[in-house]
T-cell receptor
Framework: ETGVTQSPTHLIKTRGQQVTLRCSSQ?????VSWYQQALGQGPQFIFQ???????GRGNFPPRFSGLQFPNYSSELNVNALELDDSALYLC???????????FGSGTRLTVV | AQTVTQSQPEMSVQEAETVTLSCTYD???????LFWYKQPPSRQMILVIR??????QNATENRFSVNFQKAAKSFSLKISDSQLGDTAMYFC?????????????FGKGITLSVRP
């Protein structure tokens, strides 16, 4: 079975720009979550999608938005980038969340 | 709100020895899930072990085992026969419930170094 794949692996953007990060869930997984991990910190929950509907959101402003597609792949969009948005963005998928999530290797976003 | 605390920022262990990583959490829930994840330099979070709070028996996965003390809200990870490949950051994580909004709340992590 394939795991979770994320693209791109690295990205540099300018403050004020918009960015789209992509995630392909593990085969059969219908739940996807996105996390932001600042350097030296634990990941912070951004939001979660289940069957194309957002069903959970962390303490992030509305300029962080997402989509989940019928094939359960997902996008994270961030508008009006700020310097503090520089972080590793992790995508995680699950079929039964109590069994734990499978994570991708993340996208390293640098905002300059 | 749930919180997860990992108070040890770094630990070091000799290859083949045993090491224990500490984690405490705070919640008013009775049923929940606890996890340990490993994050090597490749950045991918890898699930090491999971524990369901309603199960009294401590989870074990090969060289990895936990000491789950529900009343004390403690969830430590023991790594036996440490290997060089165990060098990574380790995160303790809490999940309130499965299903909708089943988010993971992570601690700050601990950097484990295994010395040859």
């Amino acid at each position: 079975e394939t795991g979770v794949t994320q693209s791109p692996t690295h990205l540099i953007k300018t403050r004020g720009q918009q960015v789209t990060l992509r995630c392909s869930s593990q085969s059969g997984h219908n739940t996807v979550s996105w996390y932001q991990q600042a350097l030296g910190q634990g990941p912070q929950f951004i939001f979660q999608y289940y069957r194309e509907e957002e069903n959970g959101r962390g303490n992030f402003p509305p300029r962080f938005s997402g989509l989940q597609f019928p094939n359960y792949s997902s996008e994270l969009n961030v508008n009006a980038l700020e310097l503090d948005d520089s972080a590793l963005y992790l995508c995680a998928s699950s079929l039964v969340s109590g069994n734990g999530y499978t994570f991708g290797s993340g996208t390293r976003l640098t905002v300059v | 709100a749930q919180t997860v605390t990992q108070s040890q920022p770094e630990m070091s262990v000799q290859e083949a020895e045993t090491v224990t990583l500490s984690c405490t959490y705070d919640t008013s829930e009775n049923n929940y899930y606890l996890f340990w994840y490993k994050q090597p330099p490749s950045r991918q979070m890898i699930l090491v072990i999971r524990q369901e709070a309603y199960k009294q028996q401590n989870a074990t996965e090969n060289r990895f085992s936990v000491n789950f003390q529900k009343a004390a809200k403690s969830f430590s990870l023991k790594i036996s026969d440490s290997q060089l490949g165990d060098t990574a950051m380790y995160f303790c994580a809490f999940m309130k419930h499965a299903g909708a909004n089943s988010k993971l709340t992570f601690g700050k992590g601990i950097t484990l170094s295994v010395r040859p």
